[in-house]
């Protein structure tokens, strides 16, 4: 493929490729709409032929997350994507994952809830994601991409902050990015890491014991609680780092903002429509995106709420990331959502209403 | 001759393999899984497979066997242990991947996992060690559990209509197309321990030579769980673990 | 034909008195402790007689926790 | 430029990959394109529609509530979709199967016979492609021949024999669609 060719693909897909050329190890996965064509463009791609990536469709979305569990205790850059009623069966080997302190990375292409809920797009797993998710106190590293060629591009950021912190990534999408096609330039090719480097690279990892060192041991468990607790306080810690140096957003028009909407991933792309609709009439309103979704952009965002008139949260969910922008703002501005629930995908004109209605004509 | 003289190191015929470290082992007196973690290291000392190991160890009694034997070791989620290794001897494909897994964490919660890894013929052993209750959490039904078998959530003894029936998940995995060895061993006197070390190699030489997956269940007592004493244990397992369990291969076409 | 002899060393405080040694060996060279305990307050095993082990390593062998080393030596 | 479009019919029509096919020719003229499809669990049948955006700039929304374009296929759409159309927007639609055509007055109209088109070039699968011509015809966003080089594109090279018949369609298409 020639270098920077632009590519038309859907978002699902633009994981998978990414994945082939950032020098994944491993991807293991279990159908579910709307995120299938992931594990079908692998398949399809064949990239044990290639570049050695080991592609397995597991059993359950269990057997996934456990994969990567192992995986990555073995130093494996690895995998898996699902979507919502799935990632809430991985929640287990997830907290295993940031208990024993392994790496790998999970996509959740995002459907309405709760339960089986529907097919259709959806961003109610914004808590599930950003608040730890399984048991115990812990956060996943979760990115939310906004268009195909984020899709791409975050899948070895994951990787990246994931090795790099020792600790499971998440991007978090859903079904409208998931299923769009939009034009991409994928990521230039990255080799897998050799043995060598695996080692080198992990020292703490499950590889085989070489004779000049102890056993690698990967456990969450502890039942010594005073050590527990120190693991525990060493998980915070390097949370607190994460927090301080990872945060991600973009601004769209903040500068003369007097309103400001915040929004993630798809949500994000309405609601910059809805910005174009307001600055066209003459409303002077902002758009915040966080990128990051954990950590979250709280600085940023205490800092717009104190230049601007009101704050309305867009969310594709009942209202979920509007709790971490309140807790931002302090009450320093008034703070309101807009979403819409079950599958159902508010419209740039819905957002402009709800704009009004709830922040700009408010007294 | 002295005793002083027979103690020589010339004259050394048996001691506990050098994988096994000294760390007391938190299992109760008796108990089948120390000549287990044992024969397993032996195995892999003799394969000279020690800095090529990747071990997995379950939920359930076992789950300290990191303590216990100087590999690398994951614990699993309760259950995963077969995922984990599916994985990791995909990626890691010249090391001996296995888990050590007991009949809750193996035949219960972890059935799918356990006959899906075993029938993709993932090239792994699983070394199942099978005393028909949940030991760690102090004694309770496990799938494996005998017919009119006391334990503490069927203390009236095991009911078919109350309870269901005990699985004989090995049986199972023998006529899964994708294993290769399958096979039922004790660990109760010497000559059964002999055999069930002979198992363990094979097993764990299957693995190394990509001939799809293995199945090594170990029939052993859970003295504690069963309230009696090891020897007695071990006779009640003679009399009614092996009818319900007999031993001996099910399956070996590892050299066809 | 020299006879052969056998010597066992039993780790006292690995030891925790399950008595499968005891049971193992075709000679009934093996008893546990009547009184003495280790720290763990195990009556752990020890030889009863010491002249008759001819070293046929059943004791070690059906040891779960690994406590006992044996050593043989050919009688010249 | 700008042009938001949407592309309704029943699931089967090809209007997901018509909707492909252009955005994919679009994009190799160096415009910003998306394609954001109603995605169902039916695999054929039932009602589906794509959005296809195509612009000089940026794109943000790909979920819109009004087009300036829009495509029709079948009753079901035409009942959902004739009043998202912007006031002075262009309706096309199929007249095969529509018991109640169009009524807006602030529209361009067209009609396409395209299923009848279709029978009768014998090219019961080149239906999306004259309907693809038809939309050409009145909306010339991207060239004809861009069209085909997309399709060489998307299609297994094993189908390439198939272009021909394709590039028919389209010219079919362009022909027959008439501004009512």
């Known amino acids: 493929m020639a270098k920077e060719e632009i590519l038309l693909m859907k978002g699902n897909e633009a994981i998978a490729h990414a994945a082939i050329r950032c020098g994944c190890d491993g991807y293991f996965g279990y159908p579910i709409t709307p995120q299938s064509e992931v594990l079908e463009t692998l398949a399809l791609e064949k990239p044990w032929e290639t570049t050695g990536m080991v592609v397995l469709q597991a059993e359950s979305e269990v057997a996934s997350i456990n994969m990567i569990y192992g995986a990555g205790s073995a130093g494996k850059r690895a995998m898996t994507s699902s979507s919502s009623p799935g990632v809430a069966l991985m929640q287990e080997g997830i907290a295993y994952m940031a208990g024993a302190e392994i790496p790998g990375l999970i996509v959740n292409v995002q459907r309405g809830g709760p339960g ?78 050799t043995e060598d480097e695996v080692v080198r690279e992990c020292p703490w990892a499950a590889t085989g014991r070489r004779k000049d060192r102890k056993p690698n041991i990967i456990t969450s468990l502890d039942l010594d609680s005073a050590n527990m607790e120190r693991t525990n306080l060493h998980l915070q810690e390097k949370y607190a780092e994460i927090r301080e140096k990872e945060v991600r957003y973009e601004t769209v028009m903040c500068e003369d903002a007097e309103y400001l909407m915040v929004a993630f991933g798809s949500a994000a792309r309405i609601a910059q429509k809805a910005l174009e609709i307001c600055r066209a009439e003459g409303i002077k309103v902002g758009l915040l995106r966080p990128i990051t979704l954990w950590p979250f952009p709280t600085k940023q965002i205490a800092e717009m709420g104190k230049r601007v008139k009101g704050i309305l949260s867009v969310e594709i969910n009942a209202g979920q990331m509007i709790d971490d922008i309140r807790l931002a703002t302090l009450g320093s501005t008034p703070v309101e959502h807009y979403g819409r629930m079950g599958g159902m995908v508010p419209s740039p004109e819905e957002i402009v209403a709800a704009l009004k209605e709830k922040i700009i004509n408010q007294k | ?83 984990l290794a599916s994985a990791i001897k995909r990626l890691w494909p010249d090391r001996l991947v296995f888990t050590y897994q007991g009949d809750g964490d193996l035949a219960c919660i972890g059935t799918a996992e356990t006959i899906q890894a075993l029938n993709r013929g993932e090239h792994i052993a699983i070394i199942f060690i099978n005393n028909a209750i949940y030991g760690m959490t102090g004694g309770q039904m496990s799938p494996t559990t005998l017919m009119g078998m006391k334990t503490a959530t069927c203390p009236y003894g095991r009911q078919a209509d109350l309870h269901g029936l005990p699985l004989r998940i090995t049986d199972i995995a023998a006529s899964l197309d994708g294993t290769q060895y399958v096979t039922r061993q004790s660990v109760h006197t010497v000559a059964a321990i002999r055999r069930a070390k002979k198992a363990i190699r094979k097993a764990f030489e299957n693995s190394m030579n990509g001939k799809g997956s293995s199945l090594v269940e170990i029939v052993s007592t859970c003295n504690a769980g069963w309230k009696m004493s090891p020897e007695k244990a071990n006779q009640w397992m003679e009399e009614n673990m092996f009818k319900q369990y007999p031993l001996g291969d099910l399956k070996d076409t590892s050299n066809e | 034909m020299g006879k052969i002899k056998g010597a066992i060393i039993v780790d006292r405080e690995r030891c925790k008195g399950c008595n499968l040694c005891v049971v193992a060996c075709p000679l009934d060279l093996l008893t546990l402790t009547p009184k003495a305990v280790n720290q763990k307050g195990y009556h752990y095993a020890e030889q009863n007689n010491e002249d008759l082990c001819n070293g046929c390593t059943s004791c070690a062998i059906v040891c779960p926790d690994g406590c006992i080393t044996v050593y043989r030596k050919k009688e010249d | 430029m700008k042009e938001e479009i949407i592309i309704a019919g029943f699931g089967g029509q090809g209007v997901l990959s018509m909707g492909k096919i252009l955005a994919y020719a679009a994009l190799m003229e160096g415009k910003e394109v998306s394609w954001m499809p109603s995605y169902g669990p039916e695999q054929r049948g039932g009602t589906a529609n794509v959005t296809v955006i195509v612009s000089d700039e940026k794109i943000s929304s790909p979920i819109l509530s009004t087009f300036d374009t829009a495509v029709i296929l079948n009753q079901p759409s035409l009942e959902k979709f004739e009043s998202k159309i912007k006031p002075g927007g262009t309706l096309i639609y199929d007249g095969y199967g529509i018991s109640n055509p169009p009524t807006r007055k602030d529209l361009n109209i067209y009609r396409i016979d395209a299923m009848d088109a279709a029978a009768e070039l014998k090219n019961v699968k080149g239906f999306n492609m004259i309907v693809l011509g038809g939309l050409l015809k009145v909306r010339p966003l991207v060239k004809t021949e861009n069209i085909l080089q997309a399709l060489r594109k998307t299609l297994p090279e094993r189908h390439h024999n198939l272009i021909p018949m394709n590039e028919e369609a389209l010219q079919k298409g362009m022909e027959i669609i008439t501004k009512e």
């Open chain 1, 116 to 193: 089986l809920g529907t097919i259709q797009p959806s961003q109610s797993d914004y808590f599930q994601a950003t608040r730890g998710g399984g048991n115990g106190d812990y956060n996943v590293i979760v990115l939310a991409p906004a268009s195909v060629q984020e899709m791409a591009d975050f899948v070895d950021v994951a990787f990246e902050l994931s090795f790099k912190y020792r600790n499971p990534a998440m991007i978090l999408s859903d079904g409208i990015i998931g299923q769009m096609m939009e034009k991409v330039i994928l990521p230039p090719f990255k080799p897998r890491r």
């Open chain 2, 1 to 83: 001759m002295t005793k002083e003289e027979i103690i020589q190191p010339e004259n050394l015929v048996y001691k506990k393999p050098t994988l096994m470290n000294d760390n007391p082992m938190h299992y109760c007196p008796g108990c089948s899984h120390g000549v287990v973690h044992k024969l397993v290291a032996e195995v892999i000392e003799e394969m000279n497979m020690e800095e090529k190991t990747i071990a997995i160890s379950p939920v359930g009694c076992a789950v300290f066997a990191y303590n216990y034997l100087d590999v690398d070791w994951i614990e699993a989620a309760h259950g995963r242990a077969p995922a």
